[in-house]
């Protein structure tokens, strides 16, 4: 998912920069997003399903602040890049780092594994 995800947002192809923008624009949040583009759709039904537990179980803050960061890229046309971190808790680190003469937003995203989150 992260690779697909990353050539969508890091701004080479233009019309799939700007469907991953629409489909930001018209999301409540990071999940209604992912399924928009249809990056979960693309999994197979045992990955996808562990992401969407993951994504349902993401507190209302941090997919706050990877919309917001996601969103800031947009509105400078910039891209991003996503990062999976394995980690105890779920956490959102967002930067910004020097990209090809002007900036990238990074988006590291630290969760456990997303089996953790199946019943």
Same mark, same amino acid.
């Given at each position: 998912?992260?690779? !697909? =995800?990353? /050539?969508? +947002?890091?701004?080479?192809?233009? *019309?799939?920069? #700007?469907? &991953?923008?629409?489909?930001?624009?018209? %999301?409540?949040?990071?999940?209604?997003?992912?399924?928009?583009?249809?990056?979960?759709?693309?999994?197979?039904?045992?990955?996808?399903?562990?992401?969407?537990?993951?994504?349902? !179980? =993401?507190? /209302?803050? +941090?997919?706050?602040?990877?919309? *917001?960061?996601? #969103?800031? &890229?947009?509105?400078?046309?910039?891209? %991003?890049?996503?990062?999976?971190?394995?980690?105890?808790?779920?956490?959102?680190?967002?930067?910004?780092?020097?990209?090809?003469?002007?900036?990238?937003?990074?988006?590291?995203?630290?969760?456990?594994?997303?089996?953790?989150?199946?019943?």
């Amino acid at each position: 998912m992260i690779p !697909a =995800l990353n /050539a969508m +947002l890091g701004g080479g192809n233009r *019309a799939d920069y #700007e469907r &991953a923008r629409s489909a930001l624009a018209d %999301a409540d949040s990071v999940q209604e997003a992912l399924e928009a583009v249809g990056i979960l759709h693309d999994l197979d039904d045992d990955v996808a399903l562990e992401a969407r537990a993951l994504f349902d !179980a =993401l507190p /209302a803050a +941090l997919d706050e602040a990877i919309i *917001a960061a996601l #969103e800031s &890229a947009f509105e400078r046309d910039v891209p %991003a890049l996503i990062e999976w971190v394995e980690g105890e808790s779920l956490a959102v680190m967002i930067s910004e780092e020097p990209h090809g003469g002007d900036v990238r937003v990074r988006i590291a995203f630290v969760s456990p594994d997303g089996s953790t989150f199946l019943d």
